[in-house]
Structure formats: structure tokens, C-alpha cells
């Protein structure tokens, strides 16, 4: 049934995944890596409208444990790990796959259209929520618990469009390496991957997305997109036994394309040539 080879190295673990919006979510791609290796699963889902979606993917890894929860609402905050606590007393691993910036934000001059509010908001969910999700989850978590969160290469380089999201990024790779400082001393591990562009619902409707996921095809080392499996194995080793020592850092997960930094030969280069 499941894509992912079968483990155990995540078997007695258990954990929160936030981020699960449909099928085709990185945070789903992790959920089923995870699950295949026996880990445990909580899910938060942003809303009732997205529950009809999540609630069917949670049961299929044999979760029942399905908590409401937008990140920019304390008391759900409350409740999420009030729940988990209740329910489990202890966790292992966290997973963080949440990102939003207002659509008037994301289109056309970074410095014309970003607005203090739409600044506020992209920073409140997309990194702020991290923190606030690993503070709540430390006071639960096992001493040889980790956390993992997703980011963009917009937070190191100019991508026209991603604008404030870039900067949101930025913040929560930064964040990832003081909350590895903070928790390090008790074990737990913190780390971020940066995955290029994957066609999910995040993904969808970008302003010249057909452009950037084919640019990103043939810039890339290995001139293809990013599989999301990809993705959901850097997560396994982050969060399991397999990455041991490994703590504070940006991973890149993305077919090589961040370590261009000059097209190869092949279509991109033939196009320049002709
Ligand atoms: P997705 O739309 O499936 O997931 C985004 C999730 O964020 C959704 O589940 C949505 O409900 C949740 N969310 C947004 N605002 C929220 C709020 N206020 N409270 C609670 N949840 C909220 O898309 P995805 O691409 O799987 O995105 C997951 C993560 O991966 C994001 O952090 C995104 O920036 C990152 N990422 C995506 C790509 C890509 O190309 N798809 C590449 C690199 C990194
Ligand atoms: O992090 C992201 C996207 C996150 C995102 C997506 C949306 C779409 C709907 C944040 N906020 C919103 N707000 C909405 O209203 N990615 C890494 C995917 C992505 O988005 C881009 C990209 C890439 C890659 C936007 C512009 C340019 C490139």
C-alpha cells in the first residue's frame, strides 16, 4: 500500500505533524515516510474546511488524533499540546510545514508591495509560529526528541515574487539555529529543510509557477524537479536516530539546484547559445 519502504527506525516514537492541508502537502509526504518507519502520528489541520481532507490521509497511517489549530490562535495552541500531553504524556518529534503570506505580497517589486501588515502577518505564521510550536512542544518532548521545519531558497537568494515570504524564511532558518542552541544541551535536534518548488496546494497558483518549475528543472544538477520523497528521507534522518549530531542546520533538498551557479550544458545553456 504505502510508497515508502517499510522500518522501524521511528517505531515507539511518537509525534505532531503541522501542516497537512491534502494529499499532495510535503508535511503528507513526511506523515507516510514516518509512519512506514512505525512512528506514532498527531496531526494539526488549519480549520474545518481542510478536516474533510486531512481526516482520511490521518486514518490511513492509523492516526485518530486530529487537532484544530491555526497557528495564529493561542488558545488552539493552547489546546493542541494540552491534548497531546493528555493523550501521551511525552513526544519525540515535531514537524513544522507552515507557511503564509497575504497574496497582495507576493507579486511584482518586493519593496512596493510589502505592506507592515502583510510584513507582521508573513512573519507571525510563517516563522513566529515555529518558535512558539517548539517552545510548547519542549516542555513535552523527550531529551532525545527532534524538530524540523521546511524553508524556501527565496531566504538566500532573489526569487521574484516570494518577497516577504524570502524574508519570512530567512527569520525561520535563524530561528532554527537559536531554539538548536537552546534545546542542544538537552539533545533535542533542530533543523530546517530547504526543498525546491513542489507542486502543492502552497505552490499552486503563483504567478509564473509554469516558469519557475521549469527554470528550476533546468538549472538544477540533476536537471529535475524536487520529489517530494526526497523530502520526506531528509525528514526521517532528521528526526530519527540516523541523524544523531546534526542540529541548527539548513538542508538543502532540491535536485542540487542551490549549488548552481551557472547553467550546465543542456537546454537552459543550449537557449542561451542559439
Ligand atoms: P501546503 O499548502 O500543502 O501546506 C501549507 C500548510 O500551511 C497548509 O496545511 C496550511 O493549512 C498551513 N497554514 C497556513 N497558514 C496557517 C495558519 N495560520 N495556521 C495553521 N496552518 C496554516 O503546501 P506545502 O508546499 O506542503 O508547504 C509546507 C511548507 O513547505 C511551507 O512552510 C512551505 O513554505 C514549505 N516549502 C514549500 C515548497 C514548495 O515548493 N511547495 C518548497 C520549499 C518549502
Ligand atoms: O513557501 C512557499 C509558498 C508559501 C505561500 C504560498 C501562498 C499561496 C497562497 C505563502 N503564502 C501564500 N499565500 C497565498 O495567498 N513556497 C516555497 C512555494 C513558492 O511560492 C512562491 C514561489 C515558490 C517556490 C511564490 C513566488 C515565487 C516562488
Known sequence: MSEYPTGTLMAGKRGLIMGVANKNSIAWAIAQQLAAQGAEI???????????RVKPLA?????????????TNDD???ATFKALADRWGRIDFLVHAIAFAGKDQLSGSFVESTT?????????????????????????MNDDGAMVTLTYLGSERVVPNYNVMGV????????TRYIAADLGPRGIRVNAISAGPIKTLAAAGIGSGRHMFRFNKAAAAM???????????????LLSELGASCTGETHHVDGGFHAIGMPQEGPLRESLES
Open 168 to 175: 519570512a524564511k530567512a527569520a525561520l532558518e535563524a530561528c
Open 59 to 71: 486514518e490511513s497511517v492509523g492516526s485518530d488524533v486530529l487537532l484544530d489549530c491555526d497557528v
Open 76 to 78: 488552539q495552541m493552547d
Open 42 to 52: 498527531a496531526f494539526t489541520y488549519q480549520g474545518d474546511k481542510l478536516l474533510r
Open 223 to 237: 536537471q529535475d524537479n524536487t520529489d517530494p520523497k526526497g523530502v520526506a528521507g531528509a525528514a526521517l534522518y
Open 116 to 140: 507592515r501588515d502583510g510584513f507582521k502577518s508573513a512573519l507571525d505564521i510563517s516563522a513566529y509560529s515555529f518558535v512558539d510550536a517548539a517552545r510548547r512542544a519542549s516542555e513535552i
